[in-house]
Nanobody
Framework: QLVESGGGLVQPGGSLRLSCAAS????????IGWFRQAPGKEREGISC????????YYTESVKGRFTISRDHAKSTVYLQMNNLKPEDTAVYYC???????????????????????WGQGTQVSVSA
């Protein structure tokens, strides 16, 4: 099970930290990713992390602004989002997949349609 939290309304240039709390599976055998879907757009992968060793991937539009991290003790993956822009407005989801079923951390982020385990989503709105 995945449960997201931390979304909200923020002004441009502001920050938010999203959390994805995982339960019911051994995290070290999985990767977890953050995805977002804006109205009228396809769901896109923005950042993914392999829990075992922390290898990460970021899509170009968030590099230098967003940071993904994991806390083993809390079974939680975070997405720190800084310098938020109006175009970051979307519903943000976390998803997980067992490592054997993904080609790479980058590959996981590029194949949201192939992932089976999703959280319920959290709304992020960036507006003045």
């Amino acid at each position: 099970q995945l449960v997201e939290s931390g979304g909200g309304l923020v002004q441009p240039g502001g920050s938010l930290r999203l959390s994805c709390a995982a339960s019911g599976f051994a995290l070290d055998y999985y990767a977890i990713g953050w995805f977002r879907q804006a109205p009228g757009k396809e769901r896109e992968g923005i950042s993914c992390i392999r829990i075992r060793d922390g290898e990460t991937y970021y899509t170009e539009s968030v590099k230098g602004r967003f940071t993904i991290s994991r806390d083993h003790a809390k079974s939680t993956v975070y997405l720190q989002m800084n310098n938020l822009k109006p175009e970051d407005t979307a519903v943000y989801y976390c998803a997980t997949e067992i490592l054997e079923l993904i080609p790479s951390v980058q590959g996981m982020c590029l194949m949201p349609g192939e992932l089976d385990y999703w959280g319920q989503g959290t709304q992020v709105s960036v507006s003045a």
